[in-house]
């Protein structure tokens, strides 16, 4: 969940822009993050030690959306003392 939260934050900081809608951003990381997370997992059942599982992609899916919630917090606070 930590790295997914982190990769989040760097999406949020990636994407915004200063006349785009916090919440257009967010859903970008949101997306863009969980979708990798299925990627990853797909990936993981090619590999011979490794399962891919469906609850990991929830889990990584919830660490994306605690990142981007901490970035869009942290992101509004820059915003407002802009």
């Given at each position: 969940?930590?790295?997914?939260?982190?990769?989040?934050?760097?999406?949020?900081?990636?994407?915004e822009?200063?006349?785009?809608?916090?919440?257009?951003t967010?859903?970008?990381?949101?997306?863009?993050?969980?979708?990798?997370?299925?990627?990853?997992?797909?990936?993981?059942?090619?590999?011979?030690?490794?399962?891919g599982?469906?609850?990991?992609?929830?889990?990584?899916?919830?660490?994306?959306?605690?990142?981007?919630?901490?970035?869009?917090?942290?992101?509004?606070?820059?915003?407002?003392?802009?």
């Open positions: 969940m930590t790295e997914y939260a982190i990769l989040a934050i760097l999406l949020v900081r990636a994407l822009r200063p006349r785009r809608a916090v919440w257009t967010a859903t970008a990381a949101l997306v863009i993050g969980a979708g990798y997370a299925v990627v990853d997992e797909l990936h993981q059942t090619w590999v011979p030690s490794r399962v599982s469906p609850i990991d992609v929830a889990l990584d899916a919830c660490g994306t959306l605690l990142g981007v919630a901490l970035a869009t917090v942290l992101s509004a606070g820059r915003r407002s003392r802009a």
